[in-house]
């Protein structure tokens, strides 16, 4: 059965950093791409970041130069690099994983940036 396991998210001032992971397991085919969602209270779910098995990243335009997403192809697992967050970056984010069959969702992680 497909999981993902998501870490990494917590309290942190603005300017701080933090960096998420994500590990997917249950299959012997290698998502493709993986990504982060965030959702903040009263918002819809919008996409932060993904990244294709060949490297080929795209990113919110709100994130853009803070924000950095990398893969580890042999592991399954997607990192998010959070520089510089913001208190707008307050959100519970969302690990996302792309097989042709199905998509999967991690179980969230809040990530809080305080004023």
């Known amino acids: 059965q497909v999981q993902l396991v998501e870490s990494g998210g917590g309290l942190v001032q603005a300017g701080g950093s933090l960096t998420l992971s994500c590990a997917a397991s249950?299959?012997?085919?290698?998502?493709?791409?993986m990504g982060w969602y965030r959702q903040a209270p009263g918002e819809q779910r919008e996409l932060v970041a993904t990244?294709?098995?060949?490297?080929?990243?795209k990113y919110a335009d709100s994130v853009e130069g803070r924000f950095t997403i990398s893969k580890d192809n042999d592991k399954n697992t997607v990192y998010l690099q959070m520089n510089n967050l913001r208190p707008e970056d307050t959100a519970v984010y969302y690990c996302?994983?792309?097989?042709?069959?199905?998509?999967?969702w991690g179980q969230g992680t809040q990530v809080t940036v305080s004023s």
């Open positions: 996302n994983a792309h097989w042709n069959w199905r998509d999967a």
């Open positions: 249950g299959t012997i085919y290698s998502p493709n791409p």
């Open positions: 990244i294709t098995s060949g490297g080929i990243r």
